[in-house]
């Protein structure tokens, strides 16, 4: 049976006791409306943005725990399941959001969020929709995967930066003959393939082929435009694409983006996170000039949107069905009153985050990282489609046999209709 169409698209160490308390109490709070967030990375600003609406609205205050990301998955699905999550659910979307909607968990959105919509960029909106509602608005930045380059590479080669395909085959041909490695890979972490994997997925056969796989469709995994996807990854691990040992390369420590950043590879293909990074961990390459970044090249003879982007949309917002209707009213009011406020942008923007909004480009150009922030508002304004990541669009049961079999494809052990038979039999 197919699933509902969705548009296409704590700390670890927290006590037992600390776990056994959050059930007891219904949620995250035990009474009054609550959120939940992450560690880490913008999260604080996410809190301060809590903080801000607690002052400001002393009758719908908001308390939040926040959690590491790990610990945050493995409890989040449980309290949801169990009608015990907090007010405000923060999701990838994906098969979670599905999942969530088809039992009837999160409340729609769609009448009291259209103006809410009307500043966001549409690429990044739609994943939050499911059957052409809203059950999830946008909550923080976008992050786009980019091809980042090393520009003296290309010039010492006497090669242009591929804008097509055939400019990619072209090139790994002369990278080759000068001993140079094309493309870094992290293939030690898999998850950096999974972009590979998207990329040309969505440029040859649009965005619709990996829809069916999230609709749950029989043998969606056996689509021709998979299967191209996989077999070109392939190619690229057997032809010189990558280094020789890029499956022992791990993004854990940026070892991809100093391997770009040191010249023994000429490009990257990551998030758009990588762009802070790289400033952070090699700032003579970051400050050379050298360090330049571009769009996935558009395949010729593909059937695919060539603006279509894949990558993080956003976490999102959705508001609990099992929360009280006062507590709904709170988050509703936060989403719709508070959310991506003028102070909340402008922090974002100082951190060097791309809020996903319309007309903020006279902002943009007042940052430090306003090149880049430039590029990528472009990107995702330009967007026909932005595709959520694989791992995160799945089905929950099956985002760890996606990333097996994809680590398989790696080191060659099985080939492409394996990986499509394997993955088929998660949903058939």
């Known amino acids: 049976m197919s699933r509902r169409t969705i548009t296409t698209q704590a700390a670890a160490g927290l006590a037992a006791a600390s776990l056994l308390s959050l059930t007891a109490c219904g949620g995250g709070s035990g009474g009054g409306a609550d959120a939940w967030v992450l560690t880490g990375g913008g ?13 400001e609205d002393p009758d719908q205050q908001i308390s939040v725990e926040s959690f590491e990301n790990d610990a945050y998955k493995e409890r989040i699905r449980t309290v949801v399941g169990s009608g ?7 999701n990838w979307t994906g098969g979670a959001l599905l999942d969530y909607v088809e039992g009837d968990r999160v409340i729609d959105l769609t009448e009291e969020t259209q103006e809410l919509r009307d500043g966001m960029h549409e690429s990044v909106w739609q994943n939050g929709e499911v059957d052409g509602s809203v059950y999830a608005v946008p909550m923080n930045d976008v992050q786009p995967v980019v091809l980042y ?14 804008q097509t395909w055939s400019d990619v085959e072209d090139a790994i041909e002369a990278f080759e003959a000068e001993g140079v490695t094309p493309f ?4 030690g972490s898999v998850w950096p393939a999974l972009m590979w994997l998207q990329y040309l997925t969505d440029r040859h056969g649009g965005e619709g082929a990996f829809a069916s796989v999230v609709e749950g469709e029989e043998d969606a995994w056996s689509n021709e435009s998979i299967l191209f996807a996989l077999e070109q990854i392939q190619w690229l691990a057997d032809n010189g694409g990558f280094d020789e040992t890029f499956t022992s390369v791990t993004a854990d420590q940026n070892e991809d983006a100093r391997l770009l950043a040191e010249g023994e590879a000429a490009m990257l293909l990551q ?9 952070e961990d090699f700032p003579d390459f970051a400050e050379s000039g050298d360090f330049g970044f571009t769009e996935f090249p558009a395949l010729e003879d593909g059937q695919g949107d060539p603006s279509n982007i894949v990558g993080n949309p956003a976490n999102f917002w959705s508001i609990s069905a099992d929360a009280s209707e006062e507590d709904q009213d709170a988050a509703m009011n936060y989403l719709t009153e508070h959310l991506f406020n003028e102070e909340t942008v402008e922090t974002m923007l100082e951190q060097g985050s791309l809020p996903p909004l319309e007309g903020i480009e006279d902002q943009i150009a007042e940052t430090e990282d306003a090149d880049f922030l ?3 508002n472009q990107l995702v304004s330009d967007a026909n489609h932005f595709q959520l990541s694989w791992d995160q669009a799945v089905a929950p049961d099956q985002e760890q046999p996606l990333m097996e079999n994809l680590e ?11 990986f499509a038979e ?7």
């Open 149 to 162: 380059f090393n520009q003296e590479v290309f010039d010492e080669v006497g090669v242009e930066v591929p």
């Open 422 to 428: 394997n993955m088929n039999a998660l949903q058939n």
């Open 408 to 418: 398989n494809i790696l080191l060659g052990s099985i080939t492409p209709e394996e």
């Open 84 to 90: 015990e999550a907090p007010t405000l659910i923060m």
């Open 43 to 55: 999260w604080p600003a996410v809190e301060a943005d809590f903080e801000s609406w607690n002052d």
């Open 184 to 187: 870094s890979l992290a293939g």
């Open 374 to 376: 430039e590029f990528s």
């Open 271 to 279: 998030g758009s996170w990588v762009y802070a990074t790289v400033h």
